[in-house]
């Protein structure tokens, strides 16, 4: 007889007992924290004072001034203090801080941390077990250059008409590369086998985009490309009643997706001829939502029906 063993579902918390305070503000720096707090560290942020014509308690974190919502999902149980850094208060109440934590999380250009006293020069001389991840915009001579989300993306070729991008791309890919950031940096103390030395680790959104930006790079999602138009099984279509997502990419579901649609598909080839597009089009502009839902069923189809 064999013995089940059940597996744990339970998420893995590598960074329990880890100390991590940030000062990062807006998406990515939080984003990144909400991250490290999901993987058990121990999470502390500090914000400056909120704008002094702004009700009492408001956050000084522009995030929670424009989308409080948005900036309490981020920080769900994640203690939040307000120091004013400019002052000598402040200053004390942040270095308290930082001689117990493992990491800083910061988001601001290198100069403004210079005026902080918070260098990563002087942090090390400071606290040697300190390591701290600094989300930048761009690196090197780039690094006081003002930018945002849109305009790195634009930069790596990932806008390519009038519309907004659908989401914050470079943004939350940076938070996840600051995130990782940190993991490795937790990863080389403790494997390091000798006295544990803090490391800098500078995260650039305008990295993050480039690195988003492979695929179109390599051509993959270039109008040309397998996954950019050009592959009639891997397209978004009209529907009788919406828009359907169809993601028949590899031969046996571009297969199945030309047998229900009545398709004559003698090879790969022949899924990028203009005859293949305009039937496989035809035929959706028949079919329901909810017909194509229970036809990817059906089938096996990979696909996803949306609302006009």
Known sequence: ???????????????????????????????????????????LKVEPPGPKSAPAGTSGDPMGQYNPT??????????????????????????????RTDVLLTSFRPSALDKLGLSWKKLHKLYPSLSVVAIVGALGARAEEPGHDLTYLAE????????????????????????EAALQAVLVQKTSGKVAKGTLQEVAL?????????????GLTQPAGSVGGAHAGYRVYACKDGRVAVAALEPHFAAALCQAAGVAASDIRSLFT??????????FLTQTRQQLDKLAVAKDIPLHTLSK
């Open 70 to 99: 948005a900036y309490a999902t981020l920080h769900a149980g994640i203690k939040v203090i307000t120091f004013d850094l400019k002052s000598d208060k402040g200053q004390a109440a942040l270095h308290k801080e930082l001689a």
């Open 274 to 283: 203009p005859a293949t597009h305009q039937a496989i089009a035809a035929f």
């Open 206 to 218: 305008a990295n993050a985009a480039t690195w988003l930006a492979l695929p179109r790079n390599w």
């Open 156 to 179: 790596a070729g990932l806008v390519t008409g009038l519309d907004l991008p659908a989401t914050l791309f470079a943004d939350m890919a940076g938070a996840v590369m600051a995130s």
């Open 1 to 43: 007889m064999v013995t089940m063993t059940a597996v744990s579902t339970s998420p893995l918390k590598p960074l329990r007992g880890v100390r991590v305070l940030s000062l990062a503000l807006n998406l990515p720096g939080p984003a990144a924290f909400m991250r490290l707090k999901a993987l058990g560290a121990i999470c």
